[in-house]
Structure formats: C-alpha cells, structure tokens
Nanobody, 116 residues
Framework: VQLQAYGGGLVQPGGSLRLSCAAS????????LGWYRQAPGKEREWVAT????????SYADSVKGRFTISRDNSKNTVYLQMSSLKPDDTAVYYC??????????WGQGTLVTVSS
C-alpha cells in the first residue's frame, strides 16, 4: 500500500490545518487508519486512529478535543483536521494504515509548523 500525505505547512498558534492521506488501495480493505507525528528530537508518537470496521475512533490525550480524524472511502483518503494548534504540535505528521493481516504501512510525512 502506498500512502501520500499532504496538507502540512506553517500556521499561527490557534490556527487550523487539515491533513490528507491518499491510499493506493481501498481504505475499506484496511483494518485501521491513523496518524502519527514526530517532533524534532523526539520519538514518533501516535495521534489518532480510526478502525475501518465500525468506525471506532481514538485520540492521544494531547490532541483530544482539538483534532478530528475522518475518512472518505470513496476517495480512499483519511483526514486529520487540526484546530487550536499549539507550538507543541509542530512535527512531521505521518499517516499509517494496518491491513487485515496487520501489516503496517507508512506515508512519507508532511511537516506542520506552528509558529507566530
């Protein structure tokens, strides 16, 4: 599975941004779709996940209430709507999917910089 993430950029604190990740295969064939991020000098961390079967959603505490993960199966795309952005949200954001054999795939990452 190939994943193409885009939508990153420079945004001021308190602003919003939407990330998109297009998959080369049907998102309906995936077990889960998710976003991770890696800030400079830090480990990659999980941000949000949506389970394909049933649509169960979960978020890291650090983004709960500010970020929203969603998907459009007709476009094989998963989104991450980010609002009330903080400088601590600055990171490279990666989309990731887990197929039904629990094989994980990663996108190339898109940089989000929150700064005034």
């Amino acid at each position: 599975v190939q994943l193409q993430a885009y939508g990153g950029g420079l945004v001021q604190p308190g602003g919003s941004l939407r990330l998109s990740c297009a998959a080369s295969r049907s998102t309906l064939s995936m077990y889960s779709l998710g976003w991770y991020r890696q800030a400079p000098g830090k480990e990659r961390e999980w941000v949000a996940t949506i389970i394909s079967d049933g649509g169960s959603i979960s978020y890291a505490d650090s983004v709960k209430g500010r970020f929203t993960i969603s998907r459009d199966n007709s476009k094989n795309t998963v989104y991450l709507q980010m609002s009330s952005l903080k400088p601590d949200d600055t990171a490279v954001y990666y989309c990731s999917v887990l197929d039904t054999r629990f094989q994980r795939y990663w996108g190339q990452g898109t940089l989000v910089t929150v700064s005034s």
